[in-house]
């Protein structure tokens, strides 16, 4: 059973059911651009080393793009498409010394459903092409969304 966005109310009623077999459809709005083309490449987070890299949208998608500027910051959420989804325990920073944990305890790519968060700063802007700094997210990447930073309650 797949459910589009917006289908709340059969989303709840699978809540009673068996959970495991609903399905949601995400599609990409863009793709990351990036030197980074292994996870050997990539740094455990995007401000750990993490190249320069290019977030490219979907023409259909342009006007959400409006309102961003260089020198904010947002948060891109993407589909880690390269993930293994059958992990649920992992050490930490794949360092041995560490112990055992959760995924939901971790940032940890591999899980049940890789979605990417990841914080970046807008370095500037090109049509649909942003480039960013501080993305860790390989190139391929599917962006999934961009949400914008907040600030404290006060400033929202």
């Not at 699978?14 to 490449?41: E, F, N, T």
């Not at 023409?59 to 059958?86: F, H, I, K």
């Not at 899980?111 to 914080?119: F, M």
Request: charged letters at 30%; glycine letters at 8%; a negative charge.
């Amino acid at each position: 059973m797949a459910h589009e966005a917006g289908d709340a109310h059969d989303a709840h009623a699978a809540h009673d059911a068996d959970v495991s077999h609903v399905s949601y459809v995400v599609h990409p709005i863009g793709y990351v651009a990036s030197p980074l083309v292994s996870r050997d490449m990539a740094p455990k987070q995007g401000d750990e080393g993490a190249p320069e890299a290019w977030l490219e949208f979907t023409e259909d998608v342009r006007p959400g793009l409006r309102d961003l500027r260089p020198g904010t910051e947002v948060l891109v959420l993407t589909w880690l498409d390269r993930a293994s989804r059958d992990v649920l325990a992992v050490r930490p920073r794949d360092d041995p010394e560490r112990p055992l944990t959760g995924v939901f305890s971790t940032r940890s790519p591999d899980r049940p459903n890789p979605v990417g968060l990841h914080r970046v700063s807008i370095v500037s802007i090109d049509g649909t092409r942003v480039r960013v700094r501080d993305l860790e997210a390989l190139d391929g990447t599917p962006i999934v969304d961009v949400k914008p930073v907040l600030d404290p309650v006060g400033d929202r």
